[in-house]
Protein backbone atom coordinates (compact mmCIF):
# COMPACT_ATOMS: atom_id res chain seq x y z
CA UNK A 1 0.00 0.00 0.00
CA UNK A 2 1.41 3.21 -1.40
CA UNK A 3 0.95 5.92 1.04
CA UNK A 4 2.55 9.94 0.86
CA UNK A 5 2.81 12.05 3.95
CA UNK A 6 3.63 15.95 3.35
CA UNK A 7 5.07 18.42 5.49
CA UNK A 8 6.35 21.21 6.09
CA UNK A 9 3.43 23.66 5.59
CA UNK A 10 2.45 26.70 8.00
CA UNK A 11 1.76 30.07 8.41
CA UNK A 12 4.51 32.47 7.15
CA UNK A 13 5.03 35.96 5.66
CA UNK A 14 4.87 36.97 2.08
CA UNK A 15 8.83 37.06 1.12
CA UNK A 16 9.51 34.18 2.70
CA UNK A 17 10.99 30.72 1.61
CA UNK A 18 9.14 27.34 2.02
CA UNK A 19 10.45 23.96 1.79
CA UNK A 20 7.71 21.41 1.61
CA UNK A 21 8.59 17.72 1.70
CA UNK A 22 6.62 14.34 0.60
CA UNK A 23 7.74 10.89 1.93
CA UNK A 24 6.33 7.94 1.18
CA UNK A 25 5.66 4.06 2.48
CA UNK A 26 5.01 1.48 0.10
CA UNK A 27 7.18 2.68 -2.88
CA UNK A 28 10.55 4.22 -3.31
CA UNK A 29 9.94 7.44 -5.09
CA UNK A 30 13.41 8.05 -6.94
CA UNK A 31 11.90 5.12 -9.09
CA UNK A 32 8.38 7.25 -10.39
CA UNK A 33 7.32 9.87 -11.24
CA UNK A 34 6.21 12.45 -8.16
CA UNK A 35 4.63 15.56 -8.88
CA UNK A 36 3.10 18.41 -6.59
CA UNK A 37 -0.13 19.87 -6.87
CA UNK A 38 -2.05 23.37 -5.14
CA UNK A 39 -5.05 24.02 -4.15
CA UNK A 40 -6.22 27.40 -3.32
CA UNK A 41 -9.92 28.02 -1.57
CA UNK A 42 -12.25 28.09 -4.68
CA UNK A 43 -9.94 26.87 -7.10
CA UNK A 44 -9.42 23.68 -9.12
CA UNK A 45 -6.38 22.21 -8.10
CA UNK A 46 -3.22 22.51 -9.99
CA UNK A 47 0.12 21.26 -11.51
CA UNK A 48 3.24 22.74 -9.60
CA UNK A 49 6.11 21.05 -10.53
CA UNK A 50 6.96 17.17 -11.20
CA UNK A 51 10.25 14.97 -11.26
CA UNK A 52 10.85 11.76 -12.96
CA UNK A 53 12.54 8.65 -11.67
CA UNK A 54 15.83 10.13 -14.45
CA UNK A 55 15.88 13.61 -12.41
CA UNK A 56 13.92 15.52 -15.31
CA UNK A 57 12.07 18.14 -13.71
CA UNK A 58 8.69 20.05 -14.82
CA UNK A 59 7.02 23.24 -14.07
CA UNK A 60 3.91 24.91 -13.89
CA UNK A 61 3.48 27.20 -16.85
CA UNK A 62 1.40 29.33 -14.58
CA UNK A 63 2.69 32.76 -13.95
CA UNK A 64 2.13 32.18 -9.74
CA UNK A 65 5.10 30.22 -9.39
CA UNK A 66 6.81 29.98 -12.12
CA UNK A 67 10.85 30.65 -11.44
CA UNK A 68 10.04 30.78 -7.60
CA UNK A 69 9.82 27.18 -7.00
CA UNK A 70 12.52 24.27 -7.19
CA UNK A 71 11.37 20.46 -6.91
CA UNK A 72 14.34 17.77 -5.76
CA UNK A 73 14.80 14.43 -4.36
CA UNK A 74 16.66 12.70 -1.45
CA UNK A 75 16.89 8.90 -2.50
CA UNK A 76 18.08 8.02 0.81
CA UNK A 77 15.14 9.72 2.66
CA UNK A 78 12.60 8.48 -0.37
CA UNK A 79 11.71 12.10 -0.30
CA UNK A 80 10.22 14.70 -2.63
CA UNK A 81 10.73 18.55 -1.57
CA UNK A 82 9.24 21.24 -3.24
CA UNK A 83 10.79 25.01 -2.40
CA UNK A 84 8.84 28.26 -2.67
CA UNK A 85 10.92 31.03 -2.67
CA UNK A 86 9.43 35.37 -2.70
CA UNK A 87 6.10 33.46 -1.03
CA UNK A 88 3.30 35.80 -2.17
CA UNK A 89 -0.26 35.67 -0.13
CA UNK A 90 -1.91 34.15 -3.71
CA UNK A 91 0.48 30.84 -2.92
CA UNK A 92 -2.04 29.87 0.01
CA UNK A 93 -3.29 26.65 -0.88
CA UNK A 94 -3.17 23.49 0.43
CA UNK A 95 -0.32 21.48 -1.37
CA UNK A 96 -0.45 17.91 -2.50
CA UNK A 97 2.28 15.34 -3.27
CA UNK A 98 1.21 12.40 -6.01
CA UNK A 99 2.87 9.87 -7.58
CA UNK A 100 1.98 8.09 -10.69
CA UNK A 101 3.00 4.74 -11.43
CA UNK A 102 4.06 5.40 -15.02
CA UNK A 103 3.40 8.78 -17.34
CA UNK A 104 4.82 8.22 -20.89
CA UNK A 105 4.28 11.53 -22.57
CA UNK A 106 5.69 14.69 -20.65
CA UNK A 107 2.52 16.27 -21.95
CA UNK A 108 0.60 14.38 -19.67
CA UNK A 109 2.62 15.32 -16.80
CA UNK A 110 0.85 18.13 -15.21
CA UNK A 111 -2.76 15.89 -15.54
CA UNK A 112 -4.68 15.31 -12.17
CA UNK A 113 -5.78 11.84 -13.33
CA UNK A 114 -1.98 10.84 -14.69
CA UNK A 115 -1.32 10.12 -11.22
CA UNK A 116 -2.41 7.33 -8.99
CA UNK A 117 -1.88 8.14 -5.18
CA UNK A 118 -2.21 11.36 -3.39
CA UNK A 119 -0.83 12.26 -0.01
CA UNK A 120 -3.48 14.48 2.41
CA UNK A 121 -1.81 17.67 1.71
CA UNK A 122 -0.39 20.56 3.56
CA UNK A 123 -1.42 23.74 4.20
CA UNK A 124 0.28 26.77 2.97
CA UNK A 125 -0.67 30.10 4.72
CA UNK A 126 1.27 33.62 3.38
CA UNK A 127 0.21 36.52 5.25
CA UNK A 128 0.42 39.71 3.39
Given at each position: QV???ESGG???QAGDSLRLSCTASGRTLSNYVVGWFRQAPGKEREFVSAIRS???TY???GESVKGRSTISRDNAKNTVYLQIDSLK???TAVYYCAT???IGWNSLIDRISAYNYWGQGTQVTVSS
Open positions: QLVGLVGGSYGDPEDADA
